[in-house]
């Protein structure tokens, strides 16, 4: 991967999270740095998620949805990936009780992190 690519990946990260945190109501949060070394997920910090970002031209939900889903898996977490195109809002894939996935808006997957933070004590 490419210098541009990695900057790209987290400044779209970065930018991902200024709009999650500001929709939850929380201060800040921030990109997980040990992501590379330690393969976990883009954000580690919304209680009960693993959530990964991706910011690109192709879309490749199901590959990107794999690596989320194996992310949660070693977090113990729910997966949940956030992504976009440029000129693009962000789109999001949650978790199904199925195992699957489905695709939402990025305000229902605000709902749908809120939902659950609701249903636990």
Same mark, same amino acid.
């Given at each position: 991967?490419? #210098?541009?690519?990695?900057? %790209?990946?987290? &400044? #779209? +990260?970065?930018? $991902?999270?200024?709009?999650? $945190? *500001? #929709?939850?109501?929380?201060?800040?949060?921030?990109? &997980?740095?040990?992501?590379?070394?330690?393969?976990?997920?883009? !954000?580690?910090?919304?209680?009960? @998620?693993? /959530?990964?970002? %991706?910011?690109?031209?192709?879309?490749?939900? =199901?590959?990107?949805?794999?690596?989320?889903? +194996?992310?949660?898996? *070693?977090?113990?977490?729910? =997966?949940?990936?956030?992504?976009?195109?440029?000129?693009? =809002?962000?789109?999001?894939? /949650?978790?199904?009780? &199925?195992?699957?996935?489905?695709?939402?808006? @990025?305000? +229902?997957?605000?709902?749908?992190?809120?939902?659950?933070?609701? !249903?636990? =004590?």
């Amino acid at each position: 991967m490419s #210098a541009s690519q990695r900057r %790209k990946g987290a &400044n #779209a +990260e970065r930018e $991902a999270l200024k709009l999650l $945190a *500001a #929709a939850l109501g929380i201060d800040l949060l921030q990109r &997980n740095l040990e992501q590379s070394r330690s393969g976990g997920a883009d !954000c580690i910090q919304v209680h009960g @998620f693993a /959530i990964e970002v %991706k910011r690109h031209e192709r879309l490749s939900r =199901p590959k990107w949805w794999a690596q989320a889903v +194996e992310q949660g898996r *070693a977090l113990m977490a729910e =997966p949940m990936l956030l992504y976009r195109r440029s000129r693009e =809002p962000w789109r999001a894939l /949650i978790h199904t009780i &199925n195992g699957g996935y489905r695709e939402a808006s @990025f305000d +229902e997957a605000v709902a749908h992190i809120r939902e659950k933070w609701a !249903c636990w =004590p």
